[in-house]
């Protein structure tokens, strides 16, 4: 059983810069995808990023690229998400999960998930 502990939403204005946290244990780190997702009121959950259980291979959704990188730190069992040029339709509440497939986009195939970090972006 995984579990994952996100940390580091806020309110930030438009243009500045969060980074989020997400602390893996209880599983092996490195057997796992692992993805950010965000959630808004009334949509569907939306994966932001994805990175491969190697690091080697991330994927990131359009309205993000450039803006937001994915990174994990093995030594450490985290993951962030380094969030720069930040707009307010990044408002969401973000989620960590990981997955034993492959860098998906689709939540239904991650298995743990943590329990959000709310995300704000005043204009």
């Known amino acids: 059983q995984v579990q994952l502990v996100e940390y580091g939403g806020g309110l930030v204005q438009a243009g500045g810069s969060l980074r989020l946290s997400c602390a893996a244990s209880g599983g092996t780190f490195s057997s796992y995808s692992m993805g950010w997702f965000r959630q808004t009121s009334g949509k569907e959950r939306e994966c932001v990023a994805a990175?491969?259980?190697?690091?080697?291979?991330?994927y990131y959704t359009d309205s993000v690229t450039g803006r937001f990188t994915i990174s994990r730190d093995y030594a450490k069992n985290m993951v962030y998400l380094q969030m720069n040029s930040m707009k307010p339709d990044d408002t969401a509440v973000y989620y960590c999960a990981a997955g034993l497939v492959y860098l998906s986009r689709s939540d239904r195939e991650y298995e743990y998930w943590g329990q959000g970090t709310q995300v704000t972006v005043s204009s």
């Open positions: 990175i491969s259980r190697t690091g080697g291979a991330s």
